[in-house]
């Protein structure tokens, strides 16, 4: 066991742990094999020697009062007062004496034992520290490099040694990878199975396009613009309701930037999505015209939901010129606004001032035509 803290060193630097992590790796594994070489009831503890770089195998048993129960129970871990004293006159009840037990006479067998335990346990920790790590950053942007598409599309990216997977749903329509291109991606879903970690990304998921803001601008980064809901149709357009509790900062001006810089570098990461800012509302009817621009509307009429699995219904009275462009071509535009708002749209088509003028005309001039007919026939 001689320079054991070094070797400790050593693998901690080598596989990017602590010290004490290491460390306690390598007592639980001596403790582990003492017990299984030397006696299993033992109370074993595993002390340092800095002085020496190495560890300590400890047999601690604990100085009991006479009739102790403890000392029935476990002869091995206590000693009554009277027999501690025979070994030292000087020790008294709650009282411990240390003894140290040699690990040089372990047999062969134990010690390759121990190697292999030390080994399963460090990769174990290690593989739990990234399980942690990636946990921790679930929902967030993480980048890694293309290292094999297989023949179903899905992508596969490693990320800091470990084999993620981007599958052919959570990736935006048109998009391809080849091997050695670096991607980034929303972590969506952390789990371990048989193979160990296992990361499953997407790119179509709202959470990119809020992140993907966040990094381009400085007052979302800064909780000075606030992202209250967003939503996507990935790869054509995507609808992002935004705030701000300064009444100095335009919160649609900072997310799009000067000429449109910032929200352009976004659109181009999601591969060229329209990415439409409008500006969030707590009050429904403010809320749900905004996502419904660039159409403009006359009158909404909220109808709360029937039921928890219903959506609640905004009925919306719209001129019949401003139609389209609240659907969207492809229906776009109003699916984007429901998923933005959470109300289930209806229209209700009203006739233009021109359509009005040109049927009163139309009522206008039959009636001259009718009374020149009438005229006529007498």
Not at 39 to 59: A, G, M, Q, S, W
Not at 160 to 180: H, Q, S, T, Y
Request: hydrophobic residues 40%.
């Amino acid at each position: 066991m001689e320079k054991i803290l070094d070797i400790i060193e050593l693998i901690a630097y080598e596989k990017d742990l602590q010290v004490s992590v290491v460390s306690q790796v390598v007592k639980d594994a001596i403790i582990k094999m003492a017990k299984k070489e030397i006696d299993e009831n033992i109370d074993y503890t595993v002390e340092e020697d800095p002085k020496e770089r190495t560890f300590k195998l400890i047999h601690t048993i604990r100085v009991c009062e006479e009739n102790d129960p403890k000392i029935e129970e476990d002869s091995t871990n206590f000693i009554s007062i009277s027999k501690a004293k025979t070994m030292d006159p000087d020790l008294k009840a709650g009282d411990e004496i240390k003894y140290e037990l040699s690990l040089e006479d372990m047999s062969r067998n134990a010690v390759n034992l121990l190697f292999k335990d030390l080994e399963f346990n460090i990769q174990r920790t290690i593989e739990n520290q990234l399980f942690e790590k990636f946990k921790s950053i679930v929902g967030k942007i993480i980048t890694g490099v293309v290292i094999r598409v297989d023949e179903s599309q899905n992508t596969y990216i490693e990320i800091d040694e470990i084999r993620a997977v981007l599958p052919v749903k959570n990736r935006i329509k048109g998009e391809k990878f080849v091997v050695g291109d670096t991607v980034s991606s929303i972590l969506k879903h952390v789990g371990i199975n048989k193979n160990g970690i296992c990361l499953e990304l997407s790119r179509t998921t709202p959470k990119m396009l809020e992140e993907l803001l966040a990094l381009e601008v400085p007052e979302i980064k800064d909780g000075e613009v606030v992202i209250a809901k967003s939503a996507r149709i990935p790869g054509d357009r995507a609808k992002i309701a935004l705030y701000s509790n300064n009444p100095k900062i335009d919160p649609i001006g900072a997310s799009v930037g000067v000429k449109g810089v910032r929200i352009n570098a976004v659109s181009k990461e999601l591969n060229g999505e329209n990415i439409d800012c409008i500006e969030y509302s707590e009050v429904p009817e403010i809320f749900i015209s905004k996502a419904l621009a660039p159409a403009n509307i006359i009158s909404i009429k909220i109808q709360p939901s029937e039921d928890e699995n219903t959506p609640p219904k905004a009925i919306i009275n719209i001129m019949s010129d401003q139609k389209s462009k609240a659907i969207g071509k492809n229906g776009i535009n109003i699916r984007l606004a429901s998923m933005l708002t959470g109300y289930d749209i209806e229209l209700i088509e009203m006739a233009s001032e021109k359509d009005s003028q040109d049927a009163q005309d139309k009522t206008l001039s039959k009636v001259g035509i009718d009374a020149l007919e009438s005229l006529f026939k007498q």
